[in-house]
Protein backbone atom coordinates (compact mmCIF):
# COMPACT_ATOMS: atom_id res chain seq x y z
CA UNK A 1 0.00 0.00 0.00
CA UNK A 2 2.68 2.44 1.06
CA UNK A 3 4.26 1.82 -2.53
CA UNK A 4 1.16 2.38 -4.39
CA UNK A 5 0.69 5.96 -2.57
CA UNK A 6 4.46 6.96 -3.52
CA UNK A 7 3.72 6.58 -6.79
CA UNK A 8 -0.12 8.09 -6.88
CA UNK A 9 0.67 11.31 -8.30
CA UNK A 10 3.75 10.04 -10.82
CA UNK A 11 1.02 7.43 -12.50
CA UNK A 12 -1.53 9.32 -12.18
CA UNK A 13 0.08 12.26 -14.54
CA UNK A 14 1.23 8.96 -16.68
CA UNK A 15 -2.84 8.01 -17.13
CA UNK A 16 -3.61 12.06 -17.80
CA UNK A 17 -0.84 12.16 -20.51
CA UNK A 18 -2.42 8.96 -21.75
CA UNK A 19 -6.05 10.14 -22.21
CA UNK A 20 -5.28 13.60 -23.12
CA UNK A 21 -3.66 12.25 -25.83
CA UNK A 22 -6.62 10.50 -26.85
CA UNK A 23 -8.13 13.53 -27.01
CA UNK A 24 -6.54 15.88 -29.10
CA UNK A 25 -5.78 12.80 -31.45
CA UNK A 26 -9.11 11.91 -31.91
CA UNK A 27 -10.41 15.46 -33.61
CA UNK A 28 -13.96 14.36 -33.52
CA UNK A 29 -14.15 14.44 -30.09
CA UNK A 30 -12.53 17.89 -30.19
CA UNK A 31 -15.31 18.71 -32.79
CA UNK A 32 -18.52 16.75 -31.19
CA UNK A 33 -17.11 18.68 -27.34
CA UNK A 34 -16.69 22.13 -29.44
CA UNK A 35 -18.76 22.72 -32.07
CA UNK A 36 -21.86 21.41 -31.50
CA UNK A 37 -22.33 23.42 -28.77
CA UNK A 38 -20.99 26.73 -30.83
CA UNK A 39 -23.84 25.50 -33.56
CA UNK A 40 -26.22 25.60 -31.28
CA UNK A 41 -25.35 28.91 -29.67
CA UNK A 42 -25.25 29.93 -33.28
CA UNK A 43 -28.42 28.65 -33.88
CA UNK A 44 -30.47 30.24 -30.77
CA UNK A 45 -29.13 34.09 -31.20
CA UNK A 46 -28.94 34.33 -34.75
CA UNK A 47 -32.40 31.87 -36.03
CA UNK A 48 -34.75 31.47 -32.87
CA UNK A 49 -33.29 34.11 -31.10
CA UNK A 50 -34.93 37.02 -32.28
CA UNK A 51 -38.43 35.48 -31.35
CA UNK A 52 -37.20 34.66 -27.63
CA UNK A 53 -38.47 36.85 -25.25
CA UNK A 54 -36.24 36.63 -22.09
CA UNK A 55 -36.89 40.39 -20.59
CA UNK A 56 -33.12 40.83 -20.69
CA UNK A 57 -31.60 42.72 -23.54
CA UNK A 58 -28.76 40.39 -24.63
CA UNK A 59 -29.64 37.18 -25.59
CA UNK A 60 -25.91 35.36 -25.76
CA UNK A 61 -25.42 36.21 -22.10
CA UNK A 62 -29.10 34.72 -21.43
CA UNK A 63 -27.76 31.84 -23.38
CA UNK A 64 -24.37 30.90 -22.40
CA UNK A 65 -24.88 29.19 -19.52
CA UNK A 66 -27.50 26.71 -20.78
CA UNK A 67 -25.26 25.90 -23.64
CA UNK A 68 -21.84 25.73 -21.39
CA UNK A 69 -23.92 22.80 -19.65
CA UNK A 70 -24.71 21.09 -22.65
CA UNK A 71 -20.99 21.20 -23.83
CA UNK A 72 -20.57 19.42 -20.15
CA UNK A 73 -23.19 16.94 -21.23
CA UNK A 74 -22.06 15.58 -24.37
CA UNK A 75 -18.06 15.75 -23.21
CA UNK A 76 -18.49 13.49 -20.51
CA UNK A 77 -19.74 10.99 -22.46
CA UNK A 78 -16.32 10.47 -23.80
CA UNK A 79 -15.30 9.41 -20.05
CA UNK A 80 -17.92 6.24 -21.04
CA UNK A 81 -16.37 5.51 -24.26
CA UNK A 82 -12.65 5.53 -22.79
CA UNK A 83 -13.65 3.13 -19.90
CA UNK A 84 -15.59 1.18 -21.75
CA UNK A 85 -12.97 0.59 -24.50
CA UNK A 86 -10.33 -0.03 -21.76
CA UNK A 87 -12.45 -2.64 -20.10
CA UNK A 88 -13.47 -4.48 -23.04
CA UNK A 89 -9.76 -4.03 -24.62
CA UNK A 90 -8.47 -5.73 -21.48
CA UNK A 91 -6.09 -2.70 -20.78
CA UNK A 92 -7.82 -2.19 -17.76
CA UNK A 93 -6.55 -5.96 -16.87
CA UNK A 94 -2.98 -5.00 -17.73
CA UNK A 95 -3.01 -2.09 -15.67
CA UNK A 96 -4.56 -3.96 -12.60
CA UNK A 97 -1.84 -6.56 -13.25
CA UNK A 98 1.17 -4.00 -12.99
CA UNK A 99 3.00 -2.31 -9.79
CA UNK A 100 0.53 0.91 -10.26
CA UNK A 101 -1.38 2.89 -7.66
CA UNK A 102 -4.43 0.73 -9.28
CA UNK A 103 -7.03 4.14 -8.45
CA UNK A 104 -5.21 5.99 -11.02
CA UNK A 105 -6.45 3.48 -13.77
CA UNK A 106 -10.00 5.47 -13.01
CA UNK A 107 -8.95 9.17 -11.66
CA UNK A 108 -6.98 9.20 -14.66
CA UNK A 109 -10.14 9.20 -16.82
CA UNK A 110 -12.35 11.29 -14.30
CA UNK A 111 -9.28 14.32 -14.37
CA UNK A 112 -9.18 14.17 -18.01
CA UNK A 113 -12.61 14.75 -18.06
CA UNK A 114 -12.36 17.96 -16.29
CA UNK A 115 -9.16 19.17 -17.58
CA UNK A 116 -11.00 18.71 -21.75
CA UNK A 117 -14.29 20.36 -20.42
CA UNK A 118 -12.90 23.33 -19.19
CA UNK A 119 -10.81 23.65 -22.55
CA UNK A 120 -13.95 23.05 -24.87
CA UNK A 121 -15.46 26.31 -21.74
CA UNK A 122 -12.80 27.92 -22.83
CA UNK A 123 -13.28 27.53 -26.16
CA UNK A 124 -17.06 28.52 -26.09
CA UNK A 125 -16.86 31.00 -23.46
CA UNK A 126 -14.29 32.84 -26.51
CA UNK A 127 -16.72 32.62 -29.33
CA UNK A 128 -20.02 33.88 -27.27
CA UNK A 129 -17.62 36.79 -26.61
CA UNK A 130 -17.51 37.06 -30.28
CA UNK A 131 -21.07 36.90 -31.01
CA UNK A 132 -21.86 40.06 -28.26
CA UNK A 133 -21.55 38.26 -25.09
CA UNK A 134 -20.40 40.63 -21.72
CA UNK A 135 -20.27 40.24 -18.04
CA UNK A 136 -19.67 42.68 -15.65
CA UNK A 137 -18.60 40.06 -13.30
CA UNK A 138 -15.65 40.21 -10.90
CA UNK A 139 -13.18 37.89 -10.25
CA UNK A 140 -14.51 36.31 -7.69
CA UNK A 141 -17.89 35.68 -9.31
CA UNK A 142 -15.96 34.12 -12.15
CA UNK A 143 -14.44 31.65 -9.68
CA UNK A 144 -17.68 30.89 -8.48
CA UNK A 145 -18.53 30.22 -12.04
CA UNK A 146 -15.54 28.02 -11.99
CA UNK A 147 -16.26 26.18 -9.44
CA UNK A 148 -20.12 25.17 -10.25
CA UNK A 149 -18.99 24.42 -13.53
CA UNK A 150 -16.11 22.11 -11.95
CA UNK A 151 -18.59 20.50 -10.01
CA UNK A 152 -21.34 19.76 -12.29
CA UNK A 153 -18.39 18.02 -14.51
CA UNK A 154 -17.23 16.00 -11.91
CA UNK A 155 -21.10 15.24 -10.94
CA UNK A 156 -21.96 14.14 -14.71
CA UNK A 157 -18.87 12.31 -15.18
CA UNK A 158 -19.19 10.05 -12.24
CA UNK A 159 -22.11 9.50 -13.71
CA UNK A 160 -20.67 8.49 -17.60
CA UNK A 161 -17.65 5.98 -15.16
CA UNK A 162 -21.15 4.36 -14.00
CA UNK A 163 -22.21 3.67 -17.75
CA UNK A 164 -18.78 3.09 -18.90
CA UNK A 165 -18.12 0.74 -16.00
CA UNK A 166 -20.93 -1.36 -16.29
CA UNK A 167 -22.31 -0.74 -19.98
CA UNK A 168 -22.51 -4.16 -21.99
CA UNK A 169 -22.11 -2.56 -25.28
CA UNK A 170 -20.39 0.54 -26.64
CA UNK A 171 -24.15 2.28 -27.44
CA UNK A 172 -25.31 1.07 -23.96
CA UNK A 173 -22.49 2.29 -22.60
CA UNK A 174 -23.01 5.48 -24.42
CA UNK A 175 -27.01 5.94 -24.02
CA UNK A 176 -26.78 7.60 -20.94
CA UNK A 177 -26.23 10.79 -22.29
CA UNK A 178 -28.88 11.58 -24.34
CA UNK A 179 -31.18 12.84 -21.34
CA UNK A 180 -28.27 14.67 -19.91
CA UNK A 181 -28.00 16.45 -23.14
CA UNK A 182 -31.75 17.17 -23.39
CA UNK A 183 -32.21 18.25 -19.87
CA UNK A 184 -31.17 21.97 -20.63
CA UNK A 185 -34.53 22.42 -23.41
CA UNK A 186 -36.25 21.58 -20.41
CA UNK A 187 -35.27 24.00 -18.18
CA UNK A 188 -35.04 28.31 -18.13
CA UNK A 189 -31.32 27.79 -20.01
CA UNK A 190 -32.89 28.46 -23.61
CA UNK A 191 -36.13 30.52 -22.74
CA UNK A 192 -37.98 31.28 -19.49
CA UNK A 193 -40.26 28.92 -17.92
CA UNK A 194 -42.86 30.88 -17.37
CA UNK A 195 -44.42 30.42 -20.79
CA UNK A 196 -44.81 26.75 -20.13
CA UNK A 197 -47.50 24.64 -19.23
CA UNK A 198 -47.64 23.62 -15.79
CA UNK A 199 -46.56 20.56 -15.38
CA UNK A 200 -43.71 20.98 -17.70
CA UNK A 201 -43.01 24.35 -15.99
CA UNK A 202 -42.63 22.04 -12.17
CA UNK A 203 -40.44 20.06 -13.82
CA UNK A 204 -38.32 22.45 -15.59
CA UNK A 205 -38.12 24.67 -12.70
CA UNK A 206 -37.43 22.08 -10.21
CA UNK A 207 -34.27 20.04 -11.89
CA UNK A 208 -31.36 20.63 -11.32
CA UNK A 209 -29.93 22.04 -14.62
CA UNK A 210 -32.46 25.34 -14.14
CA UNK A 211 -30.71 26.30 -10.64
CA UNK A 212 -27.16 26.04 -11.84
CA UNK A 213 -28.34 27.62 -15.04
CA UNK A 214 -29.82 30.91 -13.08
CA UNK A 215 -26.96 30.87 -10.51
CA UNK A 216 -24.71 31.15 -13.40
CA UNK A 217 -26.51 33.50 -15.27
CA UNK A 218 -26.91 35.97 -11.63
CA UNK A 219 -23.19 35.49 -11.21
CA UNK A 220 -22.09 36.75 -14.48
CA UNK A 221 -24.68 39.26 -14.58
CA UNK A 222 -23.56 40.61 -11.34
CA UNK A 223 -26.60 40.06 -9.70
CA UNK A 224 -27.48 38.45 -6.21
CA UNK A 225 -27.55 34.54 -6.73
CA UNK A 226 -29.65 34.66 -3.63
CA UNK A 227 -30.69 30.90 -2.57
CA UNK A 228 -30.51 29.43 -5.66
CA UNK A 229 -26.86 29.01 -5.61
CA UNK A 230 -27.15 26.73 -2.86
CA UNK A 231 -29.65 24.70 -4.39
CA UNK A 232 -27.50 24.25 -7.67
CA UNK A 233 -24.47 23.20 -5.03
CA UNK A 234 -26.73 20.57 -3.26
CA UNK A 235 -27.78 19.37 -6.80
CA UNK A 236 -24.40 19.44 -7.56
CA UNK A 237 -22.69 17.79 -4.66
CA UNK A 238 -25.92 15.65 -4.52
CA UNK A 239 -25.06 13.70 -7.71
CA UNK A 240 -21.47 13.55 -7.43
CA UNK A 241 -21.81 11.93 -4.42
CA UNK A 242 -24.00 9.40 -5.30
CA UNK A 243 -22.82 8.79 -9.07
CA UNK A 244 -19.21 8.30 -7.10
CA UNK A 245 -20.54 5.83 -4.86
CA UNK A 246 -22.30 3.90 -7.51
CA UNK A 247 -18.99 4.64 -10.03
CA UNK A 248 -16.72 2.99 -7.27
CA UNK A 249 -18.74 0.09 -6.61
CA UNK A 250 -18.62 -0.55 -10.37
CA UNK A 251 -14.85 -0.31 -10.07
CA UNK A 252 -14.94 -2.56 -7.38
CA UNK A 253 -16.21 -5.31 -8.78
CA UNK A 254 -14.13 -5.25 -11.98
CA UNK A 255 -11.20 -5.37 -9.84
CA UNK A 256 -12.07 -8.19 -7.55
CA UNK B 1 13.14 -19.53 -4.47
CA UNK B 2 12.11 -23.10 -5.02
CA UNK B 3 8.89 -22.75 -7.08
CA UNK B 4 8.17 -19.48 -9.60
CA UNK B 5 4.59 -20.45 -8.84
CA UNK B 6 2.95 -22.51 -6.20
CA UNK B 7 -0.73 -23.13 -6.39
CA UNK B 8 -2.45 -25.56 -3.51
CA UNK B 9 -6.20 -26.53 -3.41
CA UNK B 10 -7.38 -23.44 -5.39
CA UNK B 11 -11.07 -22.98 -5.46
CA UNK B 12 -13.32 -20.81 -7.65
CA UNK B 13 -16.94 -20.87 -7.79
CA UNK B 14 -18.83 -17.88 -10.57
CA UNK B 15 -22.85 -18.21 -8.72
CA UNK B 16 -23.58 -22.05 -8.65
CA UNK B 17 -20.82 -23.26 -11.03
CA UNK B 18 -17.73 -24.26 -9.61
CA UNK B 19 -14.64 -23.52 -12.29
CA UNK B 20 -11.99 -24.54 -9.71
CA UNK B 21 -12.15 -27.53 -7.35
CA UNK B 22 -8.96 -27.89 -5.48
CA UNK B 23 -6.27 -27.25 -8.00
CA UNK B 24 -3.04 -28.23 -7.19
CA UNK B 25 0.66 -27.23 -9.07
CA UNK B 26 3.99 -26.32 -8.78
CA UNK B 27 5.54 -24.55 -12.12
CA UNK B 28 9.67 -24.15 -11.46
CA UNK B 29 11.69 -21.23 -12.10
CA UNK B 30 12.82 -20.79 -15.87
CA UNK B 31 10.82 -23.70 -17.87
CA UNK B 32 7.90 -22.93 -19.79
CA UNK B 33 4.70 -24.09 -18.04
CA UNK B 34 1.34 -24.92 -20.53
CA UNK B 35 -2.08 -25.24 -18.93
CA UNK B 36 -3.38 -27.22 -21.51
CA UNK B 37 -7.23 -27.59 -21.60
CA UNK B 38 -10.43 -27.08 -23.29
CA UNK B 39 -12.73 -24.16 -23.87
CA UNK B 40 -14.07 -22.95 -20.13
CA UNK B 41 -12.24 -25.40 -18.36
CA UNK B 42 -11.06 -22.51 -16.25
CA UNK B 43 -7.77 -21.70 -17.32
CA UNK B 44 -8.37 -18.03 -17.64
CA UNK B 45 -9.42 -17.81 -14.11
CA UNK B 46 -6.01 -19.53 -12.85
CA UNK B 47 -4.59 -17.00 -14.96
CA UNK B 48 -6.42 -13.97 -13.51
CA UNK B 49 -6.12 -15.21 -9.83
CA UNK B 50 -2.49 -15.40 -9.63
CA UNK B 51 -2.18 -12.24 -11.71
CA UNK B 52 -4.00 -10.15 -8.66
CA UNK B 53 -7.02 -9.94 -10.67
CA UNK B 54 -9.22 -12.26 -9.08
CA UNK B 55 -9.69 -13.39 -5.49
CA UNK B 56 -10.11 -17.29 -4.62
CA UNK B 57 -12.68 -18.66 -2.68
CA UNK B 58 -10.24 -21.12 -1.17
CA UNK B 59 -6.88 -22.31 -1.40
CA UNK B 60 -3.77 -20.38 -1.62
CA UNK B 61 -1.44 -19.41 -4.31
CA UNK B 62 2.23 -18.01 -4.58
CA UNK B 63 4.00 -16.44 -8.07
CA UNK B 64 7.63 -15.21 -7.40
CA UNK B 65 7.78 -16.09 -3.36
CA UNK B 66 4.94 -14.02 -2.26
CA UNK B 67 1.13 -14.77 -1.57
CA UNK B 68 -1.19 -13.75 -3.95
CA UNK B 69 -3.48 -12.39 -1.21
CA UNK B 70 -1.65 -11.22 1.02
CA UNK B 71 1.18 -9.30 -0.88
CA UNK B 72 -0.71 -8.56 -4.13
CA UNK B 73 1.88 -5.33 -4.86
CA UNK B 74 4.40 -7.56 -4.82
CA UNK B 75 3.66 -10.63 -7.04
CA UNK B 76 2.81 -7.78 -9.74
CA UNK B 77 6.33 -6.39 -9.55
CA UNK B 78 7.23 -10.18 -10.68
CA UNK B 79 4.92 -10.87 -13.27
CA UNK B 80 3.38 -9.95 -16.18
CA UNK B 81 0.43 -10.53 -18.17
CA UNK B 82 -0.73 -11.02 -21.44
CA UNK B 83 -4.53 -11.84 -22.04
CA UNK B 84 -6.10 -13.49 -24.40
CA UNK B 85 -6.75 -10.31 -26.77
CA UNK B 86 -4.33 -8.14 -27.80
CA UNK B 87 -4.43 -5.41 -25.05
CA UNK B 88 -2.81 -2.37 -26.97
CA UNK B 89 -3.60 0.92 -26.77
CA UNK B 90 -5.15 1.71 -30.07
CA UNK B 91 -4.62 5.55 -30.24
CA UNK B 92 -0.90 5.80 -29.14
CA UNK B 93 1.70 4.43 -31.62
CA UNK B 94 3.05 1.15 -30.47
CA UNK B 95 6.41 3.53 -29.32
CA UNK B 96 4.13 5.63 -27.19
CA UNK B 97 2.55 1.85 -26.49
CA UNK B 98 5.75 0.91 -24.66
CA UNK B 99 6.92 3.94 -23.23
CA UNK B 100 3.54 4.47 -21.35
CA UNK B 101 4.67 0.71 -19.67
CA UNK B 102 7.88 1.50 -18.82
CA UNK B 103 6.61 4.42 -17.36
CA UNK B 104 4.26 2.71 -15.25
CA UNK B 105 6.54 0.47 -14.19
CA UNK B 106 8.64 3.40 -12.96
CA UNK B 107 11.73 2.55 -14.85
CA UNK B 108 14.85 5.29 -15.19
CA UNK B 109 14.80 5.51 -19.22
CA UNK B 110 11.75 4.67 -20.58
CA UNK B 111 12.90 5.28 -24.29
CA UNK B 112 15.78 3.57 -24.47
CA UNK B 113 13.46 0.59 -23.09
CA UNK B 114 11.16 0.95 -25.34
CA UNK B 115 13.80 1.28 -28.37
CA UNK B 116 15.51 -2.13 -27.29
CA UNK B 117 12.27 -4.07 -27.20
CA UNK B 118 11.10 -2.26 -30.43
CA UNK B 119 14.13 -3.57 -32.13
CA UNK B 120 14.09 -7.31 -30.19
CA UNK B 121 10.69 -7.73 -31.66
CA UNK B 122 11.14 -6.07 -35.33
CA UNK B 123 8.98 -3.42 -35.12
CA UNK B 124 11.24 -0.54 -35.10
CA UNK B 125 10.09 0.63 -38.88
CA UNK B 126 6.47 0.60 -37.62
CA UNK B 127 7.38 1.73 -34.27
CA UNK B 128 5.25 5.21 -35.15
CA UNK B 129 2.02 3.99 -36.18
CA UNK B 130 -0.57 3.05 -34.73
CA UNK B 131 -1.47 -1.04 -33.94
CA UNK B 132 -4.49 -0.67 -35.93
CA UNK B 133 -2.50 -0.88 -39.10
CA UNK B 134 -0.49 -3.91 -37.66
CA UNK B 135 -1.44 -7.57 -39.03
CA UNK B 136 -2.57 -9.91 -36.56
CA UNK B 137 1.27 -11.22 -35.94
CA UNK B 138 2.63 -7.53 -35.27
CA UNK B 139 0.06 -7.06 -32.94
CA UNK B 140 0.62 -10.02 -30.80
CA UNK B 141 4.29 -9.11 -30.87
CA UNK B 142 3.91 -5.64 -30.04
CA UNK B 143 1.60 -7.07 -27.12
CA UNK B 144 4.27 -9.47 -25.47
CA UNK B 145 6.70 -6.52 -26.24
CA UNK B 146 4.46 -4.73 -23.66
CA UNK B 147 4.83 -7.38 -21.07
CA UNK B 148 8.50 -7.96 -20.84
CA UNK B 149 8.74 -4.26 -20.06
CA UNK B 150 10.64 -3.89 -16.69
CA UNK B 151 12.03 -7.57 -17.68
CA UNK B 152 8.99 -9.49 -15.38
CA UNK B 153 10.32 -13.23 -13.55
CA UNK B 154 7.29 -14.83 -13.94
CA UNK B 155 5.18 -14.35 -17.75
CA UNK B 156 1.55 -15.12 -18.25
CA UNK B 157 0.20 -15.70 -21.55
CA UNK B 158 -3.08 -16.16 -21.90
CA UNK B 159 -3.65 -18.43 -24.70
CA UNK B 160 -1.33 -16.21 -27.01
CA UNK B 161 -1.77 -18.00 -30.35
CA UNK B 162 -5.34 -17.90 -30.61
CA UNK B 163 -6.95 -16.44 -33.39
CA UNK B 164 -2.95 -16.04 -35.24
CA UNK B 165 -2.42 -17.30 -38.93
CA UNK B 166 -0.29 -20.22 -39.11
CA UNK B 167 2.58 -17.86 -39.45
CA UNK B 168 2.14 -15.42 -36.80
CA UNK B 169 1.75 -18.61 -34.54
CA UNK B 170 4.93 -19.70 -35.21
CA UNK B 171 6.70 -16.68 -34.95
CA UNK B 172 5.20 -16.44 -30.91
CA UNK B 173 6.68 -19.63 -30.58
CA UNK B 174 10.02 -18.65 -31.68
CA UNK B 175 9.40 -15.68 -28.86
CA UNK B 176 8.32 -17.74 -25.94
CA UNK B 177 11.21 -20.08 -26.56
CA UNK B 178 13.53 -16.90 -26.45
CA UNK B 179 12.00 -15.95 -23.37
CA UNK B 180 12.45 -19.20 -21.58
CA UNK B 181 16.22 -19.02 -22.54
CA UNK B 182 16.63 -15.35 -21.20
CA UNK B 183 15.80 -16.80 -17.32
CA UNK B 184 12.25 -16.14 -17.10
CA UNK B 185 9.37 -18.64 -16.26
CA UNK B 186 7.02 -18.83 -18.72
CA UNK B 187 2.91 -19.91 -17.84
CA UNK B 188 1.00 -20.17 -20.58
CA UNK B 189 -2.77 -21.35 -21.27
CA UNK B 190 -3.57 -23.04 -24.89
CA UNK B 191 -6.55 -25.88 -26.05
CA UNK B 192 -3.75 -26.23 -28.89
CA UNK B 193 -2.26 -29.73 -27.85
CA UNK B 194 0.82 -29.14 -30.41
CA UNK B 195 1.41 -25.87 -28.91
CA UNK B 196 2.16 -27.27 -25.47
CA UNK B 197 3.95 -30.65 -26.97
CA UNK B 198 6.30 -27.92 -29.28
CA UNK B 199 7.39 -25.50 -25.94
CA UNK B 200 6.44 -26.22 -22.62
CA UNK B 201 9.05 -28.09 -20.42
CA UNK B 202 6.06 -29.14 -18.69
CA UNK B 203 2.38 -29.64 -19.39
CA UNK B 204 -0.96 -29.66 -16.43
CA UNK B 205 -4.15 -30.72 -17.85
CA UNK B 206 -7.06 -29.23 -16.41
CA UNK B 207 -9.71 -30.78 -16.69
CA UNK B 208 -13.88 -30.46 -14.66
CA UNK B 209 -12.11 -28.37 -12.04
CA UNK B 210 -9.17 -30.54 -11.65
CA UNK B 211 -5.27 -31.18 -12.80
CA UNK B 212 -5.84 -34.71 -13.41
CA UNK B 213 -2.52 -35.01 -15.57
CA UNK B 214 1.03 -33.10 -14.97
CA UNK B 215 4.35 -33.39 -15.92
CA UNK B 216 6.60 -33.54 -18.97
CA UNK B 217 5.76 -35.01 -22.29
CA UNK B 218 7.34 -37.86 -21.98
CA UNK B 219 6.03 -38.81 -18.55
CA UNK B 220 2.49 -37.69 -19.97
CA UNK B 221 3.08 -40.24 -22.85
CA UNK B 222 4.60 -43.29 -20.72
CA UNK B 223 0.84 -43.13 -18.43
CA UNK B 224 -0.55 -44.16 -21.57
CA UNK B 225 0.46 -47.63 -23.08
CA UNK B 226 2.97 -48.74 -25.76
CA UNK B 227 1.57 -48.01 -29.12
CA UNK B 228 0.95 -50.98 -31.42
CA UNK B 229 -0.94 -52.18 -34.10
CA UNK B 230 -4.40 -53.40 -33.68
CA UNK B 231 -7.07 -55.22 -35.59
CA UNK B 232 -10.22 -52.85 -35.00
CA UNK B 233 -13.36 -53.50 -36.62
CA UNK B 234 -14.75 -50.54 -38.61
CA UNK B 235 -18.57 -49.51 -38.10
CA UNK B 236 -20.15 -47.35 -40.04
CA UNK B 237 -20.59 -43.62 -39.47
CA UNK B 238 -24.19 -41.84 -39.04
CA UNK B 239 -22.47 -40.51 -42.29
CA UNK B 240 -22.20 -43.46 -43.88
CA UNK B 241 -25.83 -44.59 -42.69
CA UNK B 242 -27.58 -41.20 -43.79
CA UNK B 243 -26.14 -41.37 -47.05
CA UNK B 244 -26.59 -44.95 -47.48
CA UNK B 245 -30.26 -44.16 -46.59
CA UNK B 246 -30.68 -41.52 -48.85
CA UNK B 247 -29.22 -43.27 -51.86
CA UNK B 248 -31.68 -46.21 -51.40
CA UNK B 249 -34.82 -44.03 -51.11
CA UNK B 250 -33.68 -42.76 -54.47
CA UNK B 251 -33.45 -45.21 -56.11
CA UNK B 252 -37.06 -46.41 -54.83
Known amino acids: MGEAKTYFFRDMSVMLGRSMRHIFRSMDTMLTVCITPIAMMLLFVYVFGGAIETGTGNYVNYLLPGILLMAIASGVAYVAYRLFIDKQRGIMERFHSMPIARSTVLWGHVLTSVVSNVISIVVIILVALLMGFRSSAGVLSWLAVAGILVLFTLALTWIAAIAGLTGKTMEGASAFSYPLIFLPFISSAFVPTDSMPLIVRVFAENQPVTSIVETIRSLLSNQPVGTEIWVALAWCLGIMLVAYFFAVRAYNRIVA | ?252
Not at chain 2, 50 to 67: M, R, Y
Not at chain 2, 136 to 152: E, F, K, Y
Not at chain 2, 204 to 221: D, Q, S, V
Open chain 2, 1 to 252: MKNAIKVTGLQKSFKNTEVLKGVHFEVRPGEIFALLGSNGAGKTTIVRILATLLKPDGGAAEVGGFDVATQPGKVRHAISLTGQFAAVDEILTGRENLILMAKLRHLDQPRQVADGLLKRFGLTDAADRKPSTYSGGMRRRLDIALSLVGQPQVIFLDEPTTGLDPEARIEVWKIVKELAGSGATVFLTTQYLEEAEQLADRIAILHEGRIIANGTLAELKSLFPQAKVEYVEKQPTLEEIFLAIIGKKEVV
